[in-house]
């Protein structure tokens, strides 16, 4: 691979709108499977809530991505309350929402028609790779320093609105998210 300059113009393009967005949610992780609704919305003081809820309305978890970065856990289920998977489920959310992207740290590694963006982490580096024209978003990685852990791919709407669905799947063990956007009806 070819590294090259960073183009942050590409990346912000692509950037979804999670203004207001509600999700029919399929989590599967080492042999259990979950169901429920995930709302994603941007709240007054500019930090964005995540919720997840079963279908009767009992919260598993209830996370709030702050402005500066910040990270708040209100409410999750003792089952998942484990310190693992919380950094696990914040990590995902903040790569498909792309936050914490250090433009003055991101670079750029070119491959056979593919671009990789990547913005360095604490941890591991986050991947936004498209096509080497910047037309389309072909998927998004974490990895470690040594290999993908994470890939996740978003399936766009119409452009200004947030995703038709989205797809997180884990590499190094069974841990399967998918979203698909609850279009409301129009008014009879």
Known sequence: MQRTPSDETCI????????HAEYKTSVDVIGKH?????????MPDRSTRIVFTNEMGLSFFDFGFLPDSGFIVYHIVQQMNKPALIKTLRRDFELIMFRNMDHTKSYNLGDSGLVYHAYPQTSGINYYITDDQCRELVKMQRSSNKKPIMEAVIYKGLPGDSPDSVSIRHLNFNFLISLKKIIPLAAQ
Do not use: C, M
């Open 12 to 19: 912000e393009k692509f950037k979804p709108d999670f203004h």
């Open 34 to 42: 979950i169901s429920g609704l995930l709302l994603i919305k941007y």
